[in-house]
C-alpha cells in the first residue's frame, strides 16, 4: 500500500495562484484531497476551520475560545524538521481571511492576540520581503516569544536585521525594535544559540547589551565567537566586537584570556588593568609569561606589584631571561644535545659522484654557507663544531680562530656574528665568548663581533642594558662594516622596546652627510625595529629626510630600498596611522615614490587580512611596465604580509599567487616565491612545497633562488624530510652553480634550524597573536632577498641574521607554582575549531599522548591529559604554569 502522499507543504503556494477551474471540478480535487488525509489529519483541518470561523463571530467569549483553542494546536503541534507542522498548513487557506477580518475589529486584546497568531502563520506565508510576521508581532500582545519555538524566534530576527537597515536608511525611530531584540537575545542565549544573539546585535548595532546577558555558563561561547568574528568585520566594528569580548573576560575573572585581546588591540593601559584586577601572584607570573612570548617591553611599577620581591621576579619572566634554560632542558629531554656539523645536514654521501666530488673544495663561498648553517642548526645550543670548539693549549689559537680565517673579508663578519647565534639567549656566557674577538684588528671580525652580541640579547632584555654598553662606541667609528655591525646589533637588540637612547645614538647618522648609504640603510632598518609599529613621528621625520637626501643614482641602488622598509615597520599593521606618512612619499622622487608607496601601505595593512587592500596591491601586479620599476615586488610581498592573517585568506592568496606566476612580468614573479614563503613560514603545506619545488628549476636564476630560499622558509625548524629531500637533490643539480648552490645550503640550514626545535612562525598563541617584532624580522629579510645577487650574494649576506628576531622555540613546557619544569602527559593533536558549535565538541582529532616537554607543529593544540592540574594559562603553548587541582584524588 503507497504511503499517503501528504508532503503538500512544498507545494501549496503554487496553488494558491488563481487558476479558472469548473465549480464541479473543484469539489472533486477537494474531496480528492481530503481522502488523501488520513482521519486525525482531516478531524484537525475540520476543527481547525471551524476555529477560523468561530473568531469572526461576534460574541467575544467565542472569539476568545476559538483563539485560545487555534494557539494552543498551533504551540502545541510538533513537527519532523522537514515539514511544516500540520496546523500551520491547513491553515494555509485562510490566512488571507483572517487578515482581512483582523483590519476591520476593534482595538482590543482579542485582536492583539489574534495579531500574535497571524505573526506566527506568517511565518510560511506571507510573501517575501513583506516583513509580516514582525509586523504582526509588533502590533500583538508583549507575550513571550520563546513558547511559539526556535524557528520562529530565528525568522523575527531575520526580518528585524532587514526592517533596522530600512528605518537606518529612512532615518526613523527604531525603539520598538530594540524591545524585541532584547527578547530575542534573552531567548538564543538561554537556549545556546549564542552566535545568532551575537549576529543580531551586530545587524542592529547594539552590542553593548550583550553584557547584560552572558552568564557563566555561556560567556566562553559567547567570547570565542566574537573573537573569530571579529577577523571578518570592517574597522571600526572589529575593535568594538574585541572591546566587548575583553570587558565580559574581566568581568568573570577570565583574565588570560583578557590579556591575549589585549595585546591584539595592541592596548597598553589594558595590560596593566588586567595586572591590577587580578590579585593571584602565579597568574601574574603566567601573563609574564604570554608577554615574553609576544615580545613587548613592559615595565612593571609599584602600582601594578606592590610586592619588590614578587616585582623583580616577574620583571625577570617579562625580559625573557629564562628562555635560553627551557630550550636547552627540551633539548635534553629531546636528546639532541649533541653539536651538529654542516656535512651531517648537506648528507653528501647520499648523492651521486659528481656533486660530492665538489663538495670537498674550500672555497670562501662554500665555507661562508657552511657558516649560516652551522649557525642556524646549533642555535641556542651553546656548542658547535667550527666555532666553539675547545682548543688543545698546543694550536695556541683555537680552532674558532681557524675557522673564523677560512672565510674572506666580509665572509669574516657572518662567521664572528654567528657565534652569537650559537650562544643565542645566553647573554652571561654568550658575552664572555664573544670577547676575545673585540681585540684584533681586522674590521670585519670587529663588525661580526658588534652583530654577534646584538644577536645574543635579541629577544632578552637586560637589566643592565649591556648591549648599548658595548654597542654604543662603535656607531660613530669610521670604517663603514664595524658601524653596520653596531647599528644592526643595536637594532635586533631593542626590537619593539622604543627605547629612546637607541633614537638618540642612530638618529643624527640618517643627517649624517658623510656617511654610506649602506650605513644610512641599515640605520634606517634598526629605527624601524625598535620603533616598530609604534607611529613615532620623530623617527619617521629623520628617515623621510635621509630619503630626500639622496640623490638620483644612489635611489636606484638596492640597498636604498631599505629606508622605505625601516619607515614602513614604524606603522607595522596599525592600518590608518600611516595616511600621513604615505601622503608626504608622493613628494619623494618618482624612482622611489611608488615603491615607497607598496612598502607603506603592505607594511600599515600587515597581519590585518583587508580584503581591499589585497585587491588594491593585486592591481599594481596586474600592470605590465617597463623595465627598472621596483615597486611590483613589494606589492606581491604586501599582498602576502596582508592577508597572512587568517587560513582563509591565506589560502585565497596562495591561488591569487599562482596567477600571478602565470601572467606577471619577470620581476613579479621573482617576489612570488618569496611571498608563499612567508605565508607558509614554517608550515611546509604540501602544494606550496610542490609549486617552489617547481619553480626551483625555474630558467631564471633570480626566481630559481628565490624558491630554494623559500623552500627553506617554509620547512624552517621543522625537519621536513620531503623538503630535505628537495634540497639535497638541487644541491647536486645546481653543483657547479655557486650563487644558487649558496641558496640551496641556506636553505638546508633553515630547514634543519634548531636541529628541528625552533620555529619563524610570528604568529602564536594558536595563530591569534602576532608578533610584531617577529614579523619585522622576516619582512626585513624578504625584503633583501628582491635582489639576491646585490644583497644576499652581494656583502650584505649578514642581513640573514635578521631571522633571529622571529625564532621561537615551538614548545610546550610546563612549569610547577616554583617555576621549575615539571613534566605531564599532554595530548597533542591537530586543532580543530569549534566556534559556534553546540555543547561541549573535542578540540583537537588524531591526538597522541606525550609527556611535558613537547614540540608543537604548525596547526597543532595541545591539552592536559591529566585532572590532576590546571593549567594557568587558556593556551597551552611555550611556558605554562600548572597549578594543583584541589579536587583531584587518586584513582586506586
Known amino acids: 500500500m503507497a504511503p499517503a502522499p501528504n508532503n503538500s507543504s512544498g507545494n501549496a503556494p503554487r496553488e494558491e495562484a488563481p487558476v479558472k477551474v469548473p465549480a464541479k471540478d473543484l469539489k472533486k480535487k477537494d474531496e480528492k484531497k481530503d481522502e488523501d488525509l488520513s482521519e486525525e489529519d482531516l478531524a484537525l483541518k475540520q476543527q481547525l476551520e471551524l476555529y477560523v470561523e468561530r473568531v469572526q463571530d461576534p460574541n467575544p467569549g467565542l472569539q476568545k475560545a476559538a483563539l485560545e483553542s487555534m494557539r494552543h494546536e498551533i504551540r502545541s503541534s510538533t513537527s519532523s524538521m522537514t515539514s511544516v507542522p500540520k496546523p500551520l498548513k491547513f491553515l494555509r487557506p485562510h490566512y488571507g481571511t483572517l487578515k482581512a477580518y483582523y483590519e476591520t475589529m476593534a482595538e482590543s486584546d482579542l485582536k492583539k492576540y489574534l495579531a500574535d497568531i497571524l505573526s506566527v502563520l506568517a511565518l510560511t506565508m506571507s510573501a517575501e520581503g513583506e516583513r509580516e510576521s514582525l509586523k504582526y508581532r509588533l502590533l500583538g500582545s508583549e507575550g513571550d516569544i520563546g513558547s511559539w519555538g526556535h524557528e520562529y524566534v530565528r525568522n523575527l530576527a531575520g526580518e528585524i536585521a532587514q526592517e533596522y537597515s530600512k528605518r537606518q536608511g529612512e532615518e526613523t525611530p527604531f525603539d520598538d525594535l530594540v524591545v524585541l531584540v532584547q527578547q530575542i537575545v534573552a531567548f538564543h542565549m538561554k537556549h545556546n544559540a549564542e552566535p545568532e544573539a551575537v549576529d543580531l546585535l551586530m545587524e542592529v548595532e547594539c552590542l553593548d547589551m550583550l553584557r547584560e546577558h552572558v552568564d557563566s555558563t555561556n560567556f566562553k561561547r559567547t567570547c570565542l565567537y566574537l573573537t573569530s568574528a571579529a577577523r571578518y568585520l570592517p574597522g571600526p566594528d572589529d575593535i568594538s566586537v574585541l572591546e566587548i569580548a575583553y570587558t565580559i573576560y574581566l568581568k568573570f575573572g577570565e583574565y588570560a584570556n583578557a590579556l591575549q585581546i589585549a595585546l591584539f588591540l595592541d592596548n597598553m593601559q589594558h595590560v596593566k588593568q588586567i595586572f591590577t584586577s587580578c590579585d593571584d601572584i602565579l597568574r601574574k607570573k603566567q601573563f609574564c609569561y604570554i608577554l615574553a612570548r609576544h615580545g613587548i617591553t613592559f615595565e ?3 602600582e601594578i606589584v606592590s610586592d619588590d620581591g614578587d616585582r623583580e621576579v616577574l620583571q625577570e619572566i617579562i625580559n625573557n631571561t629564562k628562555l635560553s634554560e627551557g630550550y636547552l632542558s627540551l633539548a635534553r629531554d629531546i636528546e639532541v644535545m649533541e653539536p651538529k656539523s654542516p656535512e651531517d645536514i648537506y648528507k653528501a654521501h647520499l648523492l651521486d659522484g659528481r656533486a660530492s666530488a665538489s663538495a670537498s673544495v674550500d672555497s670562501a663561498r662554500q665555507n661562508l654557507s657552511a657558516t649560516f648553517v652551522n649557525a642556524f642548526v646549533n642555535a641556542g645550543f651553546g656548542q658547535d663544531k667550527l666555532m666553539t670548539v675547545q682548543s688543545d693549549s698546543s694550536s695556541g689559537g683555537g680552532s674558532s680562530g681557524n675557522w673564523l680565517f677560512k672565510n674572506k673579508e666580509h665572509g669574516k663578519a657572518s662567521a664572528a656574528a654567528s657565534l652569537g647565534m650559537i650562544l643565542l639567549w645566553d647573554v652571561d656566557s654568550g658575552l664572555s665568548q664573544i670577547d676575545k674577538y673585540f681585540h684584533g684588528t681586522d674590521n670585519h671580525v670587529l663588525a661580526g663581533a658588534l652583530l654577534a652580541v646584538g644577536i645574543v640579547n635579541c629577544n632578552i632584555k637586560n637589566e643592565c642594558d649591556p648591549a648599548l654598553a658595548l654597542l654604543g662606541d ?20 631593542y626590537a619593539g622596546t622604543q627605547n629612546e637612547q637607541i633614537c638618540a645614538k642612530l638618529s643624527p647618522i640618517l643627517s649624517d652627510g658623510k656617511a654610506s648609504l649602506d650605513v644610512i640603510a641599515f640605520t634606517a632598518i634598526s629605527l624601524g625595529l625598535v620603533y616598530v609599529g609604534s607611529c613615532n613621528e620623530e623617527v619617521a621625520q629623520s628617515i623621510i629626510y635621509a630619503l630626500m637626501d639622496r640623490s638620483e643614482s644612489e635611489l636606484g641602488e638596492p640597498l636604498a630600498r631599505l629606508l622605505p622598509l625601516g619607515l614602513g615597520l614604524l606603522y607595522l599593521g596599525k592600518q590608518d596611522a600611516v595616511e600621513a606618512t604615505a601622503e608626504v612619499s608622493k613628494t619623494f622622487n618618482e624612482k ?3 615603491h615607497c608607496d607598496m612598502t607603506l601601505l603592505s607594511c600599515a595593512y600587515a597581519g590585518t587580512g583587508n580584503v581591499l587592500k589585497v585587491q588594491n596591491l593585486l592591481g599594481h601586479c596586474a600592470q605590465h611596465l617597463e623595465k627598472g620599476e621596483t615597486h611590483q615586488g613589494p606589492a606581491v610581498l604586501g599582498i602576502a604580509l596582508v592577508a597572512m592573517a587568517e587560513e582563509l585568506g591565506l589560502d585565497m592568496a ?5 596567477h600571478l606566476l602565470q601572467y606577471g612580468e619577470q620581476n613579479i614573479r621573482r617576489a612570488v616565491p618569496l611571498a608563499l614563503g612567508l605565508l607558509c613560514i614554517s608550515n611546509p603545506k604540501v602544494n606550496v612545497m610542490d609549486t617552489l619545488s617547481r619553480l626551483s628549476h625555474d630558467t631564471d636564476s633570480e626566481v630559481a633562488m628565490a624558491a630554494v630560499i623559500s623552500l627553506g622558509l617554509i620547512g624552517a625548524g621543522t625537519n621536513n624530510a620531503r623538503i630535505a629531500g628537495m634540497l639535497r637533490n638541487l644541491s647536486s643539480y645546481y653543483y657547479k652553480d655557486a650563487s644558487l648552490l649558496f641558496c640551496v645550503r641556506i636553505a638546508q640550514g633553515l630547514v634543519h634550524m634548531g636541529k628541528g626545535l625552533l620555529t619563524l612562525n610570528p604568529y602564536h598563541s594558536e595563530r591569534f597573536l602576532l608578533s610584531p617584532t617577529a614579523l619585522a624580522g622576516i619582512v626585513t629579510m624578504l625584503y633583501a632577498c628582491l635582489d639576491m645577487k ?16 622571529a625564532m621561537q622555540p615551538r614548545m610546550l613546557l ?9 613534566s605531564v602527559p599532554v595530548r597533542v593533536g591537530q586543532a580543530v575549531d569549534v566556534v559556534g558549535q553546540a555543547g561541549r565538541p573535542k578540540t583537537i582529532t588524531g591526538f597522541q599522548t606525550h609527556s611535558t616537554p613537547v614540540l608543537l607543529a604548525a596547526g597543532d593544540r595541545a591539552e592536559l591529559a591529566t585532572e590532576k592540574y590546571i593549567p594557568l594559562s587558556p593556551i597551552l603553548e611555550g611556558f605554562v604554569i600548572l597549578k594543583e587541582n584541589p579536587d583531584y584524588t587518586e584513582d586506586n
Open 654 to 658: 596562495i591561488r591569487s599567487l599562482e
Open 300 to 302: 612593571l611599577d609599584e
Open 592 to 594: 622611489i615614490q611608488k
Open 790 to 805: 646585490a644583497i644576499i650574494l652581494g656583502k650584505y649576506h649578514y642581513v640573514l641574521y635578521f631571522l633571529v628576531l
Open 474 to 493: 662603535y656607531v660613530d667609528k669610521e670604517d663603514a662594516s664595524v658601524r653596520i655591525g653596531a647599528i644592526m646589533g643595536l637594532g635586533l637588540t
Open 814 to 822: 610546563t612549569v610547577d607554582e616554583n617555576l621549575r619544569p615539571l
